[in-house]
């Protein structure tokens, strides 16, 4: 049990959401949008977090869109996991999302949740780093529509009482050529000791990764590395290490450990 | 706007019958099955989204009942191993293939494979059915019984089909 109250809200339209967040804002009290819920009940039970309401963005139609048209997939932000796989839309997003806690959760997670969510390791996020993909964020001054690169810098960027909205994947990377490639301690369904993602522009690879570092990062240095024709793959996957830097070192793994199955995920990626 | 700030009597569709239940906004659906509505298939395990015994079907697709608000279910089809009254396809083909041993997540693996049939009414892919009883933990190990228990599940219904 959650040893502790909150007030619920479940608005019909963005404005409604907005303006309860800012309500409680207004009284120095804390509200958080709530979507597929996994984490925030998890740490609501623990007593890591005690918002005074949560408000239920699953009614909001902006927020429930998934459909194509002819220069985006458009996916709303509760969108669950299992609804994206399900709909096969975009493949290396389908593999991300399809890698995500398990089978069951897939049903409940959010995209919004898995980007927003406190959890670092946000697997979601690699897909939308590599395909120039765009968001719309909704807050007191309105719409905004930016670059997911742009506004993903370790974390999703928002300003105060913003929420994201949807997610917009140009039409050319639900085609592209792509890999994904999850690395665990032991169990499949686990956290990342490594993940990654590629997807091939232009015959140029494009990577990112979750699991390396404290938070998901498109590496444009790995890139030219790996794209570097003047060398031969395995020299090249040398060179892509060599730029990773300092990577992480806990409990789960060495740093070196990590920078081993780092190799051997890009030359897998690579040969494939 | 739904706005419930203090404790409320919601409605909830469980098992094909509505229940009016006095709940917090705070209170796990876990909880309200079985202290209020008395339906103890769902089991408290980790409380944390990871064992699956407290796995129900929503709307048709599993759900582990720890991890969701009872005030979320309204307006949704809740479905618990009491809901399949004993007569299940699914409920038989575990006894024909003893896929349990202590039982405890026995209800979760009822509810994950019931949901698996409704989604898949022909036998999907391995790949699938593996992807699925993931969900779910059994620490006396029965996986190997639980699987084949599936595959009973969806040659029982072959048969019935070729009769």
Not at chain 2, 105 to 113: I, Q
Not at chain 2, 138 to 155: D, F, G, M, P, Q
Request: aromatic share 8%.
């Amino acid at each position: 049990m959650i040893p502790f109250d909150f007030a619920y809200y479940r608005p019909e339209s963005l404005q409604q959401a907005i303006n309860v967040y800012q309500e409680y804002e207004t009284r120095g009290q804390q509200a958080m949008y709530y979507a597929g819920g996994s984490e925030i009940i998890t740490m609501c039970r623990v007593g890591n977090i005690h918002p005074k309401a949560v408000i239920d963005i699953k009614n909001i139609p902006e927020c429930k869109v998934l459909y194509q048209d002819n220069d985006y997939l458009h996916i709303g932000s509760v969108c669950t996991l299992h609804q994206i796989s399900k709909s096969n839309l975009f493949p290396l997003l389908k593999l991300c999302c399809g890698r995500i806690a398990d089978h069951t959760n897939q049903c409940r997670i959010t995209i919004g949740g898995n980007i927003c969510g406190s959890i670092i390791y946000r697997e979601t996020c690699l897909a939308l780093l590599l395909c120039d993909a765009e968001i719309t964020i909704f807050g007191k001054d309105g719409f905004r529509r930016v670059r997911f690169d742009s506004a993903f810098h370790q974390t999703l960027q928002l300003q105060s009482g913003e929420l994201l909205v949807s997610i917009h994947i140009p039409t050319w990377a639900l085609t592209a050529r792509h890999a994904h490639l999850k690395k665990t301690t032991n169990e499949k369904i686990d956290y990342p000791l490594l993940t990654a993602a590629a997807l091939w522009k232009d015959s140029q690879i494009r990577i990112a990764f979750s699991g390396l570092y404290d938070y998901p990062v498109r590496s444009v240095e790995i890139e030219n590395a790996l794209n570097n024709s003047s060398l031969l793959v395995p020299q090249r996957i040398q060179e892509a290490i060599r730029c990773a830097g300092q990577v992480r070192n806990d409990v789960e793994a060495s740093a070196p450990y990590r920078l081993f199955v780092l190799q051997h995920t890009l030359e897998e990626m690579m040969e494939g | 706007m739904v706005k419930y700030e203090q404790k409320v009597v919601v409605r909830l569709q469980v098992n094909n019958e509505t229940y009016e239940v006095a709940v917090r906004p705070s209170d796990l659906l876990l909880d309200v099955l079985r202290e209020q509505l008395g339906l103890t298939s769902p089991k408290p395990g980790c409380l944390n989204g990871d064992c699956g015994a407290c796995t129900i079907v929503v709307d048709g697709l599993p759900a582990k009942s720890c991890l969701m608000l009872a005030v979320e279910a309204e307006g949704h089809s809740v479905l618990t191993v009491e809901g399949l009254n004993g007569s299940a396809p699914i409920q038989k083909a575990f006894i024909d293939a003893n896929a349990f041993q202590c039982g405890y997540c026995t209800s979760g693996f009822l509810m994950v494979c019931h949901a698996l049939q409704m989604q898949y009414p022909t036998m999907p892919e391995e790949c699938v059915v593996e992807e699925w009883l993931q969900s779910n933990l059994c620490r006396c190990t029965s996986y190997n019984e639980i699987r084949k228990a599936v595959h009973i599940l969806y040659h029982q219904q072959d048969n019935k089909y070729q009769k």
